[in-house]
């Protein structure tokens, strides 16, 4: 999955800011929140469009699981944008050409136009990507870094 990271090497210098901007950690959780939700936002909207594109009537769960947020744990605030979707990595990155096996019996059963089918294996042609997440940050690229810089701007003028 697509992801951006700011990383500072040095914990001295958060505390650095903690000290000068005692809010700037929680301005920049709040500004990450914001950020991570728009980008969702868009990242729903670019894959709803490529499900309608490819014919469905209706976007799915796939569109619902793209979701953003903000994590903290040790000293870090992460925001993240993803999906849980089983589907999702075929959307983002496409498949190449493949077999498909059974994994659990001897065979693949599965509805048919003629009804049930059962085979031994059946080839996916594969799938071009349609990708909606990392599309939604680069588009956002330029805002993410000013809307840190200014959310660490504010905490430190208050």
Do not use: C, T, W
């Not at 050409?97 to 059963?109: C, E, F, N, R, T």
């Amino acid at each position: 999955m697509p992801s951006l990271n700011v990383k500072v090497d040095d914990d001295r210098a958060m505390a650095r800011i903690e000290n000068v901007a005692p809010n700037a950690r929680r301005a920049l959780a709040e500004s990450l929140r914001d950020l991570a939700d728009a980008i969702a936002g868009d990242a729903r909207g670019r894959a709803s469009a490529h499900i309608r594109y490819l014919g469905a009537k209706a976007p799915g769960s796939y569109v619902a699981s793209i979701q953003g947020g903000v994590s903290e744990k040790d000293r870090k605030i992460v925001g993240y944008v993803r999906s849980g979707h089983p589907l999702a990595h075929l959307m983002e990155l496409g498949a190449g050409p493949h077999d498909i096996l059974p994994k659990a019996a001897q065979v693949l059963a599965f509805d048919g136009p003629a009804g049930v089918v059962f085979a031994r294996h059946v080839h996916s042609p594969g799938m071009r990507p349609f990708p909606a997440i990392l599309p939604a940050f680069e588009a956002a690229r330029d805002e993410i870094g000013a809307a840190l810089q200014a959310a660490v701007a504010d905490a430190a003028s208050e």
